[in-house]
C-alpha cells in the first residue's frame, strides 16, 4: 500500500493496482509476447488456474513517495532485446506519473523466454 497526502487529503492506492497497470502496458509494447511468472508461486497458480494475467509477472517495492518495479517479461525472437527494454522502461515511468504523479525510482526488466514467431 502506499499512501499519498495532500492538501485535499489521503490517498490510498495498492500495489496491485500498480502492478496492473504496468502489467498492461508492458504487454502492449512490441516485441512482447507476454509476462512470465516472477516467483515460483505465481507459475504454480498460473498453471492450476489456466489462465494468467498482466500483474503476473510485476513486482512492486514502495520505497517513501517512490516505485521500485519488477518486471519478467517473454520477448519475440529476433527482435532487438535492448530497444525493447528500453521502450518498456520510458513506458512504464510515463503511465505511472500519468495515472498518479508518482516517479519510478528503478525498473528492473528481467526477460525469461523467447518464443518464435
Known sequence: MLKLENHLGTTTITTEYFAGLIGNVVSSCYGVVGISASTPMQGMLRRVSGRSTPAQGVKI????????VDIHIKVLYGINVSAIVKSIMNKVRY???QAVGLQVAKINVFVDDMAAE
Open 61 to 68: 517495492k514502495a520505497i517513501g513517495n517512490k516505485l521500485v
Open 95 to 97: 503511465a505511472v506519473s
